[in-house]
């Protein structure tokens, strides 16, 4: 006997929120799980080599290579809220240098650990591992000026194009 499917399928909206929960408890779950399977040191090592493996192949569709940062934050302005973020970037110029000030109102990863009950916070394991990597890869001077997850209103970054210092 077939099983019916329910009379009323999930809307799009539901679908959405349904695989932005996956994505984010995904990968809080996989940085957990290597910790716990490898060890604390060893499980945040391979998270951040598979974090790197990531960004490679992302890297590949970028047409010419490095992006600016005035064109990645252009392209934040469309991806992050497909994946639960709310966000807003101001661009000043500071002693005649482009300044992006990117405002997160809505972090998913954070939302998901409170919801899981983790007490670990995403701005620790994601969030600034981003920051490490932009620098090392000098695709940017990212500052962490404030994180929600330390209880302020909203995570601040400041960024800037790379140069040396």
């Known amino acids: 006997m077939r099983i019916p499917k329910p009379e009323k399928p999930l809307s799009l909206e539901e679908q959405l929120a349904r695989v932005r929960a996956a994505y984010t408890s995904d990968r809080i779950n996989l940085y957990l799980d290597l910790k716990k399977i490898l060890g604390d040191e060893q499980g945040e090592t391979v998270f951040k080599k ?19 940062v005035g064109e990645l934050m252009k392209r934040e302005l ?23 000030y ?18 670990e916070l995403p701005c620790d394991f994601i969030c600034k591992y981003d ?10 001077r990212w500052e962490i000026l404030s994180r929600m997850g330390d209880g302020k209103e909203e995570c601040l970054f400041r960024i800037r194009d790379w140069k040396e210092e």
């Open 131 to 140: 920051v490490e990597v932009a620098r090392r890869d000098k695709r940017g």
């Open 50 to 68: 598979l974090y790197d493996e990531g960004m490679k192949r992302i890297r590949k569709n970028f047409p010419g290579g490095k992006l600016s």
């Open 102 to 119: 990117e405002h997160l109102t809505r972090c998913p990863f954070l939302n998901m650990t409170k919801k899981m009950g983790i007490a």
């Open 78 to 100: 469309v991806s992050f809220p497909v994946l639960g973020f709310e966000l807003y970037i101001d661009h000043e110029v500071e002693d005649g240098e482009d300044v992006y």
